[in-house]
């Protein structure tokens, strides 16, 4: 099994605590954060993982995610392609066809990738997404007509969003564009045919934008040390 990682990113809004690196090259527990995700795909079951990630980064990536147990290839992009782009062009270097794992570089999620790709297989859909409910950033005002009566955390908004993680079959690739967003092109034209899946994931998804992102990864993985053997 392959699986293509999207490593772009320009770690801008993490500012200067990127000291410089793509974000997914920036240390999480003194680990490359896109290192996480190599390592559970390898425990997943995943033979190797191709490194979608802009020109001149490459030699960073092979020497930073070298060594994880998984094979590392590098496709870099000649200029910007986008998302749906980059997996587009990093899939020409996969070195067998059919199903692939597709994923972003700047996230800590704790998927079930096994249950994933079995759900994928046994829906027969061309694609499956991975979809969750974010928490809402917004504290909850408790009411009693109109007196408040309390404060709380807010909970889990209802809705269902992709959180960027994919299981692509040939027939999806093939409608990915070459430069753009495969959320607003290809996908939505699966929808539209049903041929389109969801999986739903409930657990961790973190994504990593800002310093205060990269706190919240560093003291989840200090507190989850079952993420030291990933």
């Not at 067998?96 to 994933?116: K, S, T, W």
């Not at 994931?201 to 040390?225: C, F």
């Amino acid at each position: 099994m392959e699986a293509i990682i999207l490593a772009g990113g320009k770690a801008e809004r993490l500012g200067d605590v990127a000291g410089g690196l793509p974000k997914p090259l920036v240390p999480v527990a003194e680990r490359p954060l896109a290192a996480w995700q190599v390592g559970l795909l390898g425990r997943a079951g995943v033979e190797r993982v191709i490194i979608s990630c802009g020109a001149g980064t490459g030699e960073d990536f092979a020497a930073a995610l070298g060594g994880l147990g998984v094979e590392v290839a590098i496709a870099e992009e000649p200029e910007r392609l986008g998302r749906g782009g980059g997996i587009r062009f990093a899939a020409n270097e996969r070195r067998e066809g059919g199903d692939v794992l597709a994923l972003n570089g700047d996230e800590l999620l704790d998927i079930d990738f096994p249950r994933l790709l079995e759900t994928h297989r046994a829906n027969g859909a061309a694609a499956t997404i991975t979809v969750a409910r974010p928490k809402s950033p917004f504290g909850v005002v408790e009411l009693d007509d109109d007196r408040v009566t309390g404060f709380a955390e807010g909970g889990m908004i209802e809705c269902w969003v992709s959180c960027g993680v994919y299981v692509l079959g040939e027939d999806a690739l093939a409608r990915f564009p070459e430069r753009g967003d495969h959320e607003t092109t290809a996908f939505p034209e699966l929808a539209a045919e049903g041929k389109l899946a969801a999986f739903r994931h409930e657990g961790l998804w973190l994504t990593v934008n800002t310093p205060k992102d990269l706190r919240r990864a560093e003291e989840y993985v200090g507190a989850h040390p079952e993420w030291l053997r990933a």
